[in-house]
């Protein structure tokens, strides 16, 4: 597994009249994660896009287990578990101080920027996972 | 089945640098969808919340299936195809024109507004449904 | 004066935990307001992006007169009381009925798609707003 | 005067399909500067929404100078520079390293959240920013 960790606090722009960060905002939160995990594992994004690389949305899932509130700093932790293929599975799990807010994954797809066509992933993203082999599936 | 239909057109704030409907919107798109169906159902969220009662987001699940673009009229279907439990489950299928964009579901639990505790679905709701109930699983 | 006008329907997701349409979904508001505005004199923005020009903000006005709520139905009018020079001005009035929301306007640039550079309005435009012009400052 | 600094990293999601960031997200960003300048101040919104009061936005204004990319850095300045009455006017200036991206300022009004009434500046901002007071007009 690789995994990173970063936060966010919460903005009133987050939330809704229920008084609690509006389930739409999850997906940036998911966003903040995802792209702090590829930084770490050495490829941002920015770069992948550079080499005209693209890695759209194509399936996710979220759990709203706890509610997270106004100027709550909420953790968000990513993790690489599989081995991408053709897709890329990121997972995320988010906290406020110990209490878990969400949980869920997204599912991308490599694609070609100047064609829009899936791809293998790159090769620089698997040379740079490798040393984490033994602890992926 | 009870089922809604609703449009959206698609705004340049919607859309990201890739050119297409950037994923953490479609979650709007769904809510539009079911604030449709509750309104076509007889009973608008607004009227259930003065009623003090809530249908937070408990899951969803969004399955991308081809991009929508700036400008783009979007369809969004929405539609009640099992009878609420404690929980009630929407499902979604957006389009533009015949092409299918964007498909997925979201579970939401009845909430009493003054305590934030689950609570069985209202009556109000379960009478208005009757008449669709050999159209319900 | 060419005007238009259009609704939006207030969301959940447009909602603050003061209960009132959080102002940062206003620009998305004017934005509705500013596209069916084009679409009306007959050059719709999409259309423009073709032509290979752009119409980025370069400066906006906001005033917040009463609040929004969960529902209502927004009124967007748009409207261009002066001929366009290398910056065009889009003034805007929202209510919701009869109750005036936030008033404000939009200073956009013409600008070359491929090279971002200013550039003077497209004849197609001043063109098609001759037959206004004994109405427009 | 009375100045914070805060930064944000530009996500996907805050970009269009212009591949810059879209105005419509300026609003929050002028969001992240405030909070931190109340906080610095001593002072901070969550506390003050305890006290029972509220500052709704009255007025906004915005001034692209130019645009924020995908992954930028933004720095952000919030300024008190006036003493507050009934009303309070922060101002901002965004910053990609050394360049000026945009500014501008919003003024709020201070409301009672029981009654949304207007009211004066508490007691207790006022005793705080005291010992700025030769700084500020």
Do not use: W
Not at 17 to 32: A, C, D, Q, S, T
Request: aromatic residues 12%; proline residues 5%; hydrophobic residues 35%.
């Amino acid at each position: 597994m690789i995994n990173s960790s970063t936060t966010s606090r919460v903005l009133y722009a987050h939330t809704d009249k229920m008084g609690i960060v509006n389930n739409e905002r999850f997906l940036e939160f998911f966003e903040m994660g995802r792209v702090e995990l590829l930084r770490k594992i050495g490829y941002p994004y920015k770069e992948m896009e550079n080499d005209m690389l693209g890695l759209p949305l194509i399936e996710t899932y979220l759990k709203f287990v706890s509610p997270a509130y106004y100027d709550d700093i909420i953790t968000i932790n990513a993790y690489l578990k599989e081995k991408p293929t053709v897709r890329i599975k990121i997972e995320y799990e988010l906290f406020v101080e110990e209490r878990l807010i969400c949980t869920g994954y997204t599912l991308h797809s490599f694609i070609k920027l100047n064609t829009f066509k899936p791809c293998r992933p790159p090769e620089k993203l698997l040379e740079l996972i490798k040393r984490y082999e033994n602890q992926l599936l």
